[in-house]
């Protein structure tokens, strides 16, 4: 059938990405990594949802050795290691810490410790009899949920804890302290006798107390929860006691005619990083990730190709709001709990046992992974204009621009339109040293475990000059000038000392 003249799809105006490397828009106080957890110990299902599971016997070498090369090839450098009251302190005063769990915390601070990353330590909830309110005791569901009902005792054992790991076994990666998770909901582990949730603003007060008495300065952060409950989990006053802000978001949106939405979620976080930083506090997002469905757990959601594209634009988005560092659920779990979401696949959802050889996740390791295996924590990001790029009344291109502590420079470039566009890219000021390779997720990447990554060989501009290139549909675009093969290992840091903002 001939098509009448003029009918043809107009072609979407190409877009142009401008970035100006005299102008830093923020230096980050951490970067890009993923959660790890060392509790093995079931919990109801729906009441810890992913949190535990997947991790091999810390004796398990060649586990732990597989484990190892897949977080350094991703280049986690921001991890969120997450723990329970119980598997340290089952009961008061009595503390494990030779216990089964608390060897796979040693192995994954031995990771982080090695690879100078930086640790976002994170108690989930207490889980423990002993200091769960008398009502929830007995109750395996409402003690996972159960805020402590000592205070100070509670504090007391997690005091001992960062002093042990700390000064005693010279973890000198744990940079921040989180001492709850998502506080502030109907869901909330931090829940009163009547199962209400409660502010989280006595629990802080009391674990900086017991910090201080042993002569340790760990920042905490809060509330870690999201921001529509901000009010419910801490009070405006008790914000005093924090040294950084951090934020959950499951709300991420990967359908394009949800733009608006994800425009005012970019504002909201804007509305936090200045005013933070201005009082020389971070702003992290310790949990994120996309949502496709409601499907049944077992049914693999926030692992499809169009949410793992709609996290990669959120990091991208939010970077440039501000954010300094971003923490992904998660590295590892079973997948057969709320989704898959896990990096790596380390469990049998079938027999329900580990598997032998520990493999990518396709989507999520090698979509938002690339994220984190070219940008070194502590980067600065550079300001960049993006014009046009747009369908419709939406902008369909963003850029990030980072700048390593020593001088690398990567650009992340989402494009979430379903079709190509031109691209002009060009400096504002002198331009990076050195060449640039590129690397690229897209429809060709989608749903396989058995990706390379590594430079593509027809991409060679000039150096200095910038360079036209093309955007596939539905893809996240790396130009870096760090060369890695796919054999290669990801860049974690390059600096130890935290950047000031």
């Known amino acids: ?81 997450e723990i329970e009251q119980r598997i340290y302190e089952p009961d008061r005063d009595h503390f494990t810490f030779d216990s089964p769990e608390m060897r796979i915390l040693y192995r994954i601070l031995d990771w982080n410790q090695k690879h100078n990353t930086d640790v976002f330590f994170q108690q989930m909830w207490i889980d423990t009899a002993w200091l769960a309110y008398p009502g929830s005791r007995n109750d395996p569901i409402a003690r996972v949920h159960s805020a402590p009902r000592d205070l100070d005792a509670f504090a007391n054992g997690l005091a001992t804890l960062m002093d042990y790991l700390i000064r005693k076994r010279g973890y000198t990666c744990i940079k921040w302290l989180s001492i709850t998770n998502e506080p502030g909901s109907n869901w909330s582990w931090w829940q009163g006798p009547s199962g209400a949730p409660l502010t989280i603003g006595a629990g802080l007060a009391a674990v900086r107390k017991a910090l201080a008495q042993r002569g340790l300065n760990l920042p905490l952060s809060g509330p870690d929860s999201g921001m529509e409950v901000l009010r419910a989990a801490i009070k405006p006053e008790d914000m005093l006691l924090l040294g950084a802000y951090d934020f959950h978001d499951y709300s991420i949106k990967f359908d394009p005619d949800s733009n608006g939405y994800i425009e005012n979620q970019v504002r909201a976080i804007s509305s936090w990083t200045k005013p933070a930083h201005d009082e020389g506090k971070a702003v992290f997002f310790s949990e994120f990730g996309a949502i496709q469905s409601t499907a049944a757990p077992v049914q693999p959601r926030p692992d499809k190709p169009a949410p793992v594209l709609a996290a990669s634009e ?61 940008t070194a924590k502590y980067s600065d990001v550079l300001a960049t204009d993006v014009s046009d790029g747009r369908m419709k009344e939406w902008q369909r291109v963003f850029c990030a621009a980072f700048r390593s502590p020593n001088g690398n420079v990567t650009l992340a470039v989402v494009n979430d339109a379903p079709v190509e566009f031109a691209l002009k890219l060009s400096w504002a000021a002198a331009p990076p040293l050195g060449t640039f390779f590129r690397y690229r997720y897209g429809k060709p990447q989608y749903d396989r475990a058995d990706v390379r990554v590594d430079p593509e060989p027809r991409f060679s501009p000039a150096p200095g000059t910038g360079w036209s290139d093309s955007l596939p549909p539905n893809s996240l675009t790396i130009y870096s000038t760090y060369e890695l093969k796919n054999e290669d290992p990801g860049i974690t840091a390059e600096v130890s000392a935290p950047a000031k903002n």
């Open 1 to 81: 059938m001939r098509i009448a003249e003029g009918t043809q799809p107009k072609p979407p105006s190409p877009v142009e990405i401008s970035i100006d490397t005299s102008k830093v828009v923020n230096t980050m106080r951490g970067g890009i990594g993923a959660s790890w957890h060392a509790i093995e110990q079931p919990i109801p299902i729906g009441h810890g949802g992913s949190g535990w599971g997947a991790y091999p016997a810390a004796e398990d070498e060649r586990a732990w050795q597989q484990i190892y090369r897949h977080a350094s090839w991703l280049g986690l450098d921001w991890n969120r290691v």
């Open 314 to 374: 959120f990091v991208i988005r939010n970077a440039n709001a501000g954010v300094d560092g971003f923490n992904r659920w998660s590295f590892l779990n079973r997948g057969d709990l709320d989704g898959q979401w896990q990096y790596v696949d380390t469990w049998d959802t079938l027999h329900s046992r580990l598997l032998s050889d520990f493999t990518p996740h396709a989507n999520l390791f090698f979509g938002i992974g690339l994220l984190s295996r070219f």
